[in-house]
Structure formats: structure tokens, C-alpha cells
């Protein structure tokens, strides 16, 4: 039976994921490979501003099919007309390549090795490098904040993939749909096989009563079939029981023998009654026969529906110095790391807050673009970037509720007077915040020793280990992400941070 199912309505894709997708999973880690090598070797600013052509090895995109299995490299077998060789005989076989045809062609497997190419967009590439990486310790929950979707079963559905089906559900259907069709169909099929025999009967043998199911229990109709059939069929014991199906096939020979036997011709009447039952059975059996199979309405699976979680409420501040001891090259090293954190948190969450503070003698809360363009300069006073920190959390971020993180990027650089200050400011802030980052910025041509400031971050590193994070020594922005990598992890497990081709 031809089956036509519209699938006009659903996605024009592969419901079950596209093919571009499951390519790009399939290949995942040569995919990962390219892109580590493309960060390795590419500018802090290129990563994520265009996509990745992505040679992926012909033998690897050979997708496996069902076919005859292959045949064995030697027969212990004579066939028939061999007039060459007998049993226990060996055959040379031709070397490789050199049959008929284009195997031996060496330009075809030039051909052949050919690689195949998929292109990874700037968001993958940023999607791949940001993947297994999160806020640590985010464990101040607001349900109703940051926007966090999860896959959870939520029921069955009549559509799917095969390995979603629910047997037990699907079974239970089919047998209770079986249950049914059976005792139905065996009862119309019996109806039918027995007015027949009646019709045939009343004119071959009219002294023999008629078939009555009216009014009758099961087993009384089963005992009334045999009676009538005993008289015809020659396999029949009236006085014995009998199940439906030898019943069925009781009053099928019968109907048979005495169509064969009695051949006159039968009152139109009845010979239409005949006929139309007969063309009634046939469809009566179709019945009887899918009650055993599967159909359509019987499939059921599994799905997932996207439901909203308790989520956390965070934000992040962007601390950097923008005094005249922070040259340019200083500057840009900070600036790629603030950038990377930045497309990072738009990346993993969306609705996560980024306050960005500049400071030179005093600190101030400016927009994106002024963070990242500004040409303002000025004198060191680092303390005031905490401050104005504690000010911002104090007026809008509540730590019973918002999840705080900073990031603090300087040269190191700071009056001697404010370094009591700002201990005294830090000491102040790292209770309240799940983490402090620091990165201490370098020109990449001038040797320079750690900084006061350097020392100060890891006595409070030593005291606050889990809230104190210190990177020292950035001079380039490859080391500015490979200090993002160290600060974010791949599931929480450390990186080092010398490590340039580390694993994304």
C-alpha cells in the first residue's frame, strides 16, 4: 500500500538537523585543529572578522552504506565450464591498477585525493573558541533575568527520528489497535463466510439448517459453525472445538466445494448477495492483516521541548588604565583582551551586563566605544577604578543577587601613597565579587620587572585563591588571549599559560 505523508508544513531542512550542522559535528575536531591554527598564526584582530575555508581528507567524508558484502581475495571453488585449472590450483592476481577501466590512470587518483572544503563562518569561529567556556561560580539564581533555554522531554509526538521512538508507547498501541481490529474483523469475516454458506447451502442442500449467529455467545456461534460445516467439510467434528481460524478456514472450503459441486445457477437474488459479499471479504481480510502491522497512527516519539531554567543575573566589569604611562602597544595588548572578552560574554549570554571604567587620576563609567577608541590621557591613580566600581555595585548591582565579576588591566604603574588605598579598596570589593581578574601590560621591546602593584595582587591572590586571578607580563595580544584561555578554561581545567598552542 502506497503511503503519502505532506511534509509541506515542516522545515525546509532535514528536520533533524541540517546537513551543514551534522557535517560540522561529524568533523569537529578537524574543525577545531584548523581554527587553533588560525589563531595561533593570525592577528588578535582577525580572529572572528571572516570565516575559515576548512580542508577536511576525502577519506574521511565516505558515508557508510548498506551494500552486498564484498567478495573474498581467493575462492575455494570450481565453477562450472572450467576447463583451466582444478581443485587446489592457485591464480595469479593482476597487480592494482592495472585491470581495465580508470583505476590505473594516474590522473584519477589524483583526482580522488582530492580534498573536500567547508567553510566555518566568523560566528562558528568565535562559537568553537568560546565553546566548553563560562563564568565560574555562577550561583546567584534569578529566574527571570538572563534568557537560559533547555532541552527537557516534554511529551510524544507522531513525527521524528527513528532512534526517538518510544517502542513501549508504539507497541502498546499497535496491540491494543490489534486487540480490537482482530476480534472485530474475525467476527465480520465469520458474518460474512457464513451467509455465504447459507446462500450456497439453501440451494445444494436445503434440508440442511441454516447458519444462525443472532444472539449468540461466542462459543455458541463457534459450535453452530461446526455443526453446519461438519456436513461439508470433511475435517470438521461437530461435537469437537474448534479456534476462529479453523472455523474461517472450515467455511472457506466449504463455500468453495459447494460452489465446485453445484453448478446450477442460483435466483438472481441471491447470486447478487453472493457477489457483493464476496467483493466484501476481500476487503475484510485487508483489515485483518494490518491489525498485525505497524501503521502510521501507531508510531510514537520521543521530543524535547525548549524551557526556560532558573538562570543567573551578571555582570562584568571592564577596568583599564588609560594614564601616559600605558603606550599604545600597552594599550592594544589590554584592548584585545577586553575585546575578547566582550564578544565572549555577548557570545554565552544574553542579557550578561559589561560596565566599562577607564581611570587615570579618576575613574569614570563610559560606553563601548569610548572604552575601546578614547584618546584621553593623564596621570595614575589606580585606586579610584575599584572605587568607582564599588560605587557602580552599590547604586545598580546587588550582591544577593547579581553574580559580579571584574577584569583590571594596567601597567603597573601607581603612586606609592594610593597602593595602601587600594588594597584597603580591593579588600573591600572581593567579597562581593565570584571573581577579580588582573592583567599586568607590557611593551613588548622594553625589559621591565614586576611592578608593586604585582606584588600587592598576588599576596591577595594567595589570601582570596578563588576570587583572585593574576596574569603578569602580557606584551602582545597572542598573550592577551592566551590569558582569556587561562582565566576561562575549557570546563573548568586549567590551561597553561605559555602554552600558544594550546587546545581550544
Given at each position: 500500500?502506497?503511503?503519502?505523508?505532506?511534509?509541506?508544513?515542516?522545515?525546509?531542512?532535514?528536520?533533524?538537523?541540517?546537513?551543514?550542522?551534522?557535517?560540522?559535528?561529524?568533523?569537529?575536531?578537524?574543525?577545531?585543529?584548523?581554527?587553533?591554527?588560525?589563531?595561533?598564526?593570525?592577528?588578535?584582530?582577525?580572529?572572528?572578522?571572516?570565516?575559515?575555508?576548512?580542508?577536511?581528507?576525502?577519506?574521511?567524508?565516505?558515508?557508510?552504506?548498506?551494500?552486498?558484502?564484498?567478495?573474498?581475495?581467493?575462492?575455494?571453488?570450481?565453477?562450472?565450464?572450467?576447463?583451466?585449472?582444478?581443485?587446489?590450483?592457485?591464480?595469479?592476481?593482476?597487480?592494482?591498477?592495472?585491470?581495465?577501466?580508470?583505476?590505473?590512470?594516474?590522473?584519477?587518483?589524483?583526482?580522488?585525493?582530492?580534498?573536500?572544503?567547508?567553510?566555518?563562518?566568523?560566528?562558528?569561529?568565535?562559537?568553537?573558541?568560546?565553546?566548553?567556556?563560562?563564568?565560574?561560580?555562577?550561583?546567584?539564581?534569578?529566574?527571570?533575568?538572563?534568557?537560559?533555554?533547555?532541552?527537557?522531554?516534554?511529551?510524544?509526538?507522531?513525527?521524528?527520528?527513528?532512534?526517538?521512538?518510544?517502542?513501549?508507547?508504539?507497541?502498546?498501541?499497535?496491540?491494543?489497535?490489534?486487540?480490537?481490529?482482530?476480534?472485530?474483523?474475525?467476527?465480520?469475516?465469520?458474518?460474512?463466510?457464513?451467509?455465504?454458506?447459507?446462500?450456497?447451502?439453501?440451494?445444494?442442500?436445503?434440508?440442511?439448517?441454516?447458519?444462525?449467529?443472532?444472539?449468540?455467545?461466542?462459543?455458541?456461534?463457534?459450535?453452530?459453525?461446526?455443526?453446519?460445516?461438519?456436513?461439508?467439510?470433511?475435517?470438521?467434528?461437530?461435537?469437537?472445538?474448534?479456534?476462529?481460524?479453523?472455523?474461517?478456514?472450515?467455511?472457506?472450503?466449504?463455500?468453495?466445494?459447494?460452489?465446485?459441486?453445484?453448478?446450477?445457477?442460483?435466483?438472481?437474488?441471491?447470486?447478487?448477495?453472493?457477489?457483493?459479499?464476496?467483493?466484501?471479504?476481500?476487503?475484510?481480510?485487508k483489515i485483518q492483516q494490518r491489525s498485525n502491522s505497524y501503521q502510521d497512527q501507531h508510531l510514537t516519539y520521543?521530543?524535547?521541548?525548549?524551557?526556560?531554567?532558573?538562570?543567573?543575573?551578571?555582570?562584568?566589569?571592564?577596568?583599564?588604565?588609560?594614564?601616559?604611562?600605558?603606550?599604545?602597544?600597552?594599550?592594544?595588548?589590554?584592548?584585545?583582551?577586553?575585546?575578547?572578552?566582550?564578544?565572549?560574554?555577548?557570545?554565552?549570554?544574553?542579557?550578561?551586563?559589561?560596565?566599562?571604567?577607564?581611570?587615570?587620576?579618576?575613574?569614570?563609567?563610559?560606553?563601548?566605544?569610548?572604552?575601546?577608541?578614547?584618546?584621553?590621557?593623564?596621570?595614575?591613580?589606580?585606586?579610584?577604578?575599584?572605587?568607582?566600581?564599588?560605587?557602580?555595585?552599590?547604586?545598580?548591582?546587588?550582591?544577593?543577587?547579581?553574580?559580579?565579576?571584574?577584569?583590571?588591566?594596567?601597567?603597573?604603574?601607581?603612586?606609592?601613597?594610593?597602593?595602601?588605598?587600594?588594597?584597603?579598596?580591593?579588600?573591600?570589593?572581593?567579597?562581593?565579587?565570584?571573581?577579580?581578574?588582573?592583567?599586568?601590560?607590557?611593551?613588548?621591546?622594553?625589559?621591565?620587572?614586576?611592578?608593586?602593584?604585582?606584588?600587592?595582587?598576588?599576596?591577595?591572590?594567595?589570601?582570596?585563591?578563588?576570587?583572585?586571578?593574576?596574569?603578569?607580563?602580557?606584551?602582545?595580544?597572542?598573550?592577551?588571549?592566551?590569558?582569556?584561555?587561562?582565566?576561562?578554561?575549557?570546563?573548568?581545567?586549567?590551561?597553561?599559560?605559555?602554552?600558544?598552542?594550546?587546545?581550544?
Amino acid at each position: 500500500m502506497t503511503v503519502i505523508r505532506d511534509r509541506r508544513q515542516e522545515a525546509p531542512n532535514d528536520k533533524y538537523g541540517t546537513d551543514k550542522e551534522r557535517f560540522r559535528l561529524r568533523y569537529k575536531a578537524q574543525i577545531k585543529k584548523a581554527i587553533q591554527n588560525h589563531v595561533s598564526e593570525s592577528s588578535i584582530q582577525d580572529i572572528g572578522t571572516k570565516g575559515i575555508s576548512i580542508p577536511i581528507p576525502k577519506e574521511m567524508t565516505h558515508e557508510p552504506i548498506f551494500h552486498h558484502a564484498g567478495a573474498p581475495d581467493s575462492f575455494r571453488k570450481v565453477f562450472p565450464g572450467n576447463v583451466s585449472f582444478d581443485v587446489g590450483d592457485r591464480i595469479n592476481k593482476p597487480p592494482s591498477g592495472s585491470g581495465k577501466g580508470d583505476k590505473g590512470d594516474p590522473s584519477a587518483d589524483a583526482e580522488d585525493s582530492e580534498d573536500s572544503f567547508i567553510w566555518v563562518s566568523e560566528e562558528e569561529v568565535l562559537d568553537l573558541l568560546f565553546e566548553g567556556r563560562s563564568l565560574p561560580d555562577m550561583t546567584k539564581l534569578a529566574a527571570d533575568h538572563v534568557k537560559i533555554m533547555t532541552s527537557e522531554p516534554s511529551g510524544h509526538t507522531n513525527k521524528g527520528p527513528s532512534h526517538r521512538m518510544d517502542m513501549a508507547i508504539t507497541n502498546k498501541k499497535r496491540k491494543e489497535e490489534s486487540l480490537v481490529l482482530s476480534k472485530t474483523s474475525e467476527r465480520r469475516i465469520l458474518a460474512n463466510l457464513s451467509e455465504q454458506f447459507n446462500i450456497l447451502a439453501s440451494h445444494a442442500m436445503p434440508d440442511l439448517d441454516a447458519i444462525d449467529l443472532d444472539g449468540k455467545t461466542k462459543s455458541e456461534r463457534f459450535q453452530e459453525i461446526a455443526r453446519a460445516t461438519s456436513f461439508v467439510a470433511k475435517d470438521i467434528d461437530a461435537q469437537q472445538t474448534y479456534k476462529a481460524q479453523q472455523l474461517c478456514d472450515a467455511l472457506m472450503q466449504s463455500v468453495t466445494t459447494l460452489k465446485t459441486n453445484h453448478t446450477s445457477p442460483l435466483p438472481e437474488s441471491s447470486a447478487k448477495r453472493l457477489q457483493i459479499l464476496e467483493n466484501r471479504l476481500a476487503d475484510q481480510f485487508k483489515i485483518q492483516q494490518r491489525s498485525n502491522s505497524y501503521q502510521d497512527q501507531h508510531l510514537t516519539y520521543e521530543y524535547d521541548d525548549d524551557v526556560p531554567v532558573p538562570s543567573a543575573k551578571a555582570v562584568m566589569f571592564c577596568l583599564m588604565d588609560i594614564s601616559g604611562s600605558m603606550g599604545q602597544e600597552e594599550k592594544n595588548t589590554a584592548k584585545s583582551f577586553f575585546w575578547l572578552m566582550n564578544k565572549f560574554l555577548k557570545a554565552r549570554y544574553d542579557e550578561v551586563d559589561i560596565v566599562y571604567i577607564s581611570h587615570t587620576t579618576t575613574a569614570k563609567e563610559v560606553d563601548e566605544e569610548t572604552f575601546f577608541h578614547s584618546k584621553e590621557t593623564g596621570g595614575t591613580i589606580v585606586s579610584t577604578c575599584i572605587e568607582e566600581t564599588l560605587s557602580v555595585i552599590k547604586e545598580r548591582y546587588s550582591p544577593a543577587e547579581w553574580n559580579i565579576y571584574s577584569a583590571q588591566a594596567s601597567d603597573g604603574d601607581n603612586v606609592q601613597q594610593d597602593n595602601p588605598v587600594l588594597i584597603e579598596k580591593l579588600e573591600d570589593l572581593l567579597p562581593l565579587v565570584q571573581a577579580h581578574y588582573y592583567l599586568e601590560v607590557h611593551p613588548a621591546s622594553v625589559l621591565t620587572g614586576p611592578s608593586d602593584i604585582l606584588g600587592l595582587y598576588e599576596d591577595l591572590q594567595k589570601k582570596y585563591p578563588d576570587k583572585m586571578k593574576v596574569q603578569e607580563d602580557l606584551r602582545s595580544p597572542e598573550d592577551a588571549l592566551e590569558a582569556f584561555k587561562k582565566f576561562f578554561p575549557v570546563n573548568g581545567t586549567q590551561e597553561p599559560v605559555s602554552a600558544l598552542n594550546a587546545y581550544l
